[in-house]
């Protein structure tokens, strides 16, 4: 993953080996000596340029590159303990907006393709929140992981499948800069998101998203220098699966200098690119002055997880299994309660009562009064028109408990 400014660049790379010493006799310790001079090299992915550091020596410049929390990491979407009762959706906010005057700007950095856009006031800047982040935090940039082949290019692995492309959508805490945010252990949150290629012979519609994508990559000519692109027809919120299903754990950048302050959300649900697609991305070349060097296979192989957890947000969770339903957990406290006006204290650890609100926002509003004695007239009533579920096994435990607290009045 990139960040803009000090942290901008992108990930990927092959299996490597050891560098070793080449030299003999009294002469060794200035060959090791030269090996372990990596002052003057630049990152990279790949052991043929020699002129580049690859991933497994990154930590040598870049002390945080070898640490315990790096991303990318492989994810088993079937481990039953990644289920998190309490990880609500993502809120993505003014995803539909456009920048201004529809301009996104794109830069081939050397390591992958960038692009950002400016916005205004009105519309205000795209923005995330919620699933179990502190704060809001608002987009930077979007960058894109590719492969040569349409087996590899994706950061991280999903059942032990990479992906041929990979974007992540990078967010910082709307209140501090993009170098305090590297600092936070949570400054900065991604989204991710995997695309996996269309079948041949497929009638199904091009991604018209990555279809405006290629068509403005297909404009690079020249590395590290911006390109100004107007796409009205570019909707970020098309490129994020509908399904809100997602896999969340700290980790790093997957880049130098693999700053640990990253929120991943990565999500389940792959969409679709097409092979002409994949093709704009992979005919990229960084040209400068002196060198033309193709990108590609720009992703950092899979980090270790070093006991972090991975918490799971499905797309929904079923009614029929009573373990994940939030008025299962009030029920079972309800049958604790023995005596009227007797408190009892209960650790509901599954319980989040915003799972008590029906997702659909919408509701009513009304100025009315309490529905008990004193029946003040001081409340703002808000109702929401849709229902949750509740089974007849959850009613009856507080049907019950009336019928014995009247009994014993």
């Known amino acids: ?20 010493p080449c030299t003999m006799g009294s002469s060794s310790s200035q060959g090791t000596e030269a090996v372990n001079d990596f002052s003057g090299l630049h990152w990279g992915y790949a052991m043929r340029d020699t002129d580049e550091l690859p991933p497994a020596l990154w930590g040598k ?17 079937r481990e039953p303990r990644q289920l998190d009762l309490l990880l609500r959706p993502l809120e993505l906010l003014f995803y539909d907006q456009m920048p201004i005057a529809g301009n996104w700007t794109l830069i081939d950095n050397g390591h992958s393709v960038q692009i950002s856009g400016q916005f205004g006031k009105r519309p205000p800047s795209l923005r995330i929140r919620r699933g179990n982040l502190r704060t809001t935090y ?57 695309f996996e290629k269309s079948s041949a012979g497929s009638r199904e519609m091009p991604n018209p998203q990555m279809e405006a994508l290629a068509n403005a990559v297909r404009l690079i000519k020249t590395l590290n220098v911006p390109v ?54 992979r005919a990229l070349v960084s040209r400068d002055s002196s060198t033309d060097r193709e990108v590609a296979d720009n992703y950092r192989p899979l980090q270790s997880l070093s006991g972090r957890a991975i918490h799971y947000h499905p797309k929904a969770f079923g009614s029929h299994d009573r373990r994940h339903n939030p008025m299962e957990a009030l029920s079972n406290a309800v049958r ?14 599954n319980l989040c009562l915003s799972d008590l609100l029906a997702d659909a926002p919408t509701y009513f509003r009304y100025l009315r009064l309490l529905t008990t004695p004193p029946c003040a007239e001081s409340l703002v009533w808000s109702v929401r028109m849709k229902s949750v579920k509740v089974t007849e096994h959850q009613l009856y435990s507080k049907r019950q408990e009336k019928v014995e607290w009247k009994v014993r009045a």
Not at 61 to 77: D, E, T, V, W
Request: glycine share 4%.
């Open 336 to 349: 604790q309660t023995k005596s009227p006006n007797f408190p009892v204290t209960i650790k509901i650890p």
């Open 61 to 77: 410049l870049y002390p945080a590159c070898a640490g315990k929390r790096q991303s990318p990491i492989a994810i088993n979407s």
């Open 228 to 281: 100004t692109v107007r796409t009205p027809e570019l909707r970020l919120s098309k490129l994020i699966p509908d399904d809100p299903a997602y896999f969340q754990y700290l980790g790093s950048l997957t880049t130098p200098p693999c700053a640990e302050s990253v929120v991943w959300n990565v999500m389940k649900t792959p969409l679709k690119v097409t092979e002409q697609q994949l093709k704009a991305f």
């Open 138 to 194: 608002v987009l930077t940039q979007l960058h894109f992981h590719w492969g040569r082949s349409d087996a590899m290019g994706s950061e991280h692995v999903i059942d032990g499948k990479r992906y041929p492309i990979e974007v992540h959508f990078v967010h910082r805490k709307e209140t501090i800069t993009d170098d305090e945010a590297s600092k936070d252990p949570m400054g900065l949150a991604v989204v991710a998101v995997i």
């Open 1 to 20: 993953m990139v960040l803009q400014h000090n942290i901008t660049s992108l990930l990927v790379a092959f299996t490597i080996g050891m560098l070793m």
